[in-house]
T-cell receptor, first 114, second 112 residues
C-alpha cells in the first residue's frame, strides 16, 4: 500500500520558533506538495516540487520555505512561526502523469503556534 | 469567478438517504475529475476518479460529469453513518505537471 508519512500528527510551537514539518513518500513519486487547510478556506497550496532540488511557489508561500534534497522527502519550514500559521498541514505526492489520477495525501500535521 | 465552486454545507441526512454532492467549475479545459473523502483530523483519500463526461459507479457511490454544464456530482446511495466526512471535488486539465484544483469541501453528516 502506497504511503505518504508526515512525521508528526500534532505539534505545539511558540511564536518565533523555526519549525520543520517532514514528509516522506515510498512510491518513488516525482511530484510532492504542501498544503494548509483551514475552515472555510479549503486546501491552499503553499509549495510544490517536481523533482529533487526543485521547488515552486504555490498560492500562499509567504512565511514558508521548503527543502527537497532527496526524492522521497519534502520538508516544509516555517522560518519564524506566527499564530496565523496555526493550521492543518497536508503533504501529498503524485507521479509526473499522476495529477490526472489524483494525489496521495499524508494524514496531516495539526500545528498550533502559541 | 473561482475555478471550482462547492457548497460547504453542512449537509445532514438520515441513514439510508440518497446524498447528492456537487461542484461547478469555470475552466472548460478540465478533463479529469476526482472526489476525495476526508474524515475528521485525517488527510483526504481518493474516492472516485472519472475522465471526461459520463457516469462511473463503485458500489454505493456514483460519480457523474456533465462537461457541457461544467458540473460534477457524487451520489451516495443507502448512506451510512460511516459516510460522515467532508467530501472534496478536484479536477485538472491533465497536463503532466498540471496541479489539481480543489473545491473547498462539503461536510456531510449521516444520522443513525
Amino acid at each position: 500500500d502506497v504511503k505518504v508519512t508526515q512525521s508528526s500528527r500534532y505539534l505545539v510551537k511558540r511564536t518565533g520558533e523555526k519549525v520543520f514539518l517532514e514528509c516522506v513518500q515510498d512510491m518513488d513519486h516525482e511530484n510532492m506538495f504542501w498544503y494548509r487547510q483551514d475552515p472555510g478556506l479549503g486546501l491552499r497550496l503553499i509549495y510544490f516540487s517536481y523533482d529533487v532540488k526543485m521547488k515552486e511557489k504555490g498560492d500562499i508561500p509567504e512565511g514558508y520555505s521548503v527543502s527537497r534534497e532527496k526524492k522521497e522527502r519534502f520538508s516544509l519550514i516555517l522560518e519564524s512561526a506566527s499564530t496565523n500559521q496555526t493550521s492543518m498541514y497536508l503533504c501529498a505526492s503524485s507521479s509526473p502523469t499522476g495529477s490526472r489520477y489524483g494525489y496521495t495525501f499524508g494524514s496531516g500535521t495539526r500545528l498550533t503556534v502559541v | 469567478q473561482k475555478e471550482v465552486e462547492q457548497d460547504p454545507g453542512p449537509l445532514s441526512v438520515p441513514e439510508g438517504a440518497i446524498v447528492s454532492l456537487n461542484c461547478t467549475y469555470s475552466n472548460s479545459a478540465f478533463q479529469y475529475f476526482m472526489w476525495y473523502r476526508q474524515y475528521s483530523r485525517k488527510g483526504p483519500e481518493l474516492l472516485m476518479y472519472t475522465y471526461s463526461s459520463g457516469n462511473k459507479e463503485d458500489g454505493r457511490f456514483t460519480a457523474q460529469v456533465d462537461k457541457s454544464s461544467k458540473y460534477i456530482s457524487l451520489f451516495i446511495r443507502d448512506s451510512q453513518p460511516s459516510d460522515s466526512a467532508t467530501y472534496l471535488c478536484a479536477m485538472t486539465r491533465g497536463w503532466s505537471q498540471g496541479n489539481l484544483i480543489f473545491g473547498k469541501g462539503t461536510k456531510l453528516s449521516v444520522k443513525p
